[in-house]
């Protein structure tokens, strides 16, 4: 059984950065794609970014703000955010494909078999 929790999250001015920070334990965390996703009130849970098992490959909903990371010596994996706006706030989600090819990477919500409890990034002034 894989467990992700989720770190970083708090109030940031809009403009800002923040990372957030995601450690698994359980599995073979080298051999697994991972995402983060988020979800606003109200609202469906919308990809943000994920990473292939190597770290090579990576997709990012805005590649521009949005940078997706892993250390597979620590199980972790990060998500650097910038030039926050209102509209980032939302609950920030981890989550765990289980085992696959090392170039895979995934950015659907039912491609991920585990998911963290979620941290909080409220964008305001």
């Known amino acids: 059984q894989v467990r992700l929790v989720e770190s970083g999250g708090g109030l940031v001015q809009p403009g800002g950065s923040l990372t957030l920070s995601c450690t698994a334990s359980g599995g073979d965390f080298s051999e697994t794609p991972m995402g983060w996703f988020r979800q606003a009130a109200g609202k469906e849970r919308d990809f943000v970014a994920a990473?292939?098992?190597?770290?090579?490959n990576t997709m990012s909903a805005d590649s521009g703000r949005f940078i997706i990371s892993r250390n597979n010596g620590k199980n972790t994996v990060a998500l650097q955010m910038h030039d926050l706006r209102p509209e980032d706030t939302a609950v920030y989600f981890c989550a765990a494909r289980g085992e696959d090819k090392f170039y895979s990477v995934y950015t659907g919500i039912t491609e991920y078999a585990y998911w963290g409890q979620g941290t909080q990034v409220t964008v305001s002034s």
């Open positions: 990473i292939s098992p190597s770290g090579y």
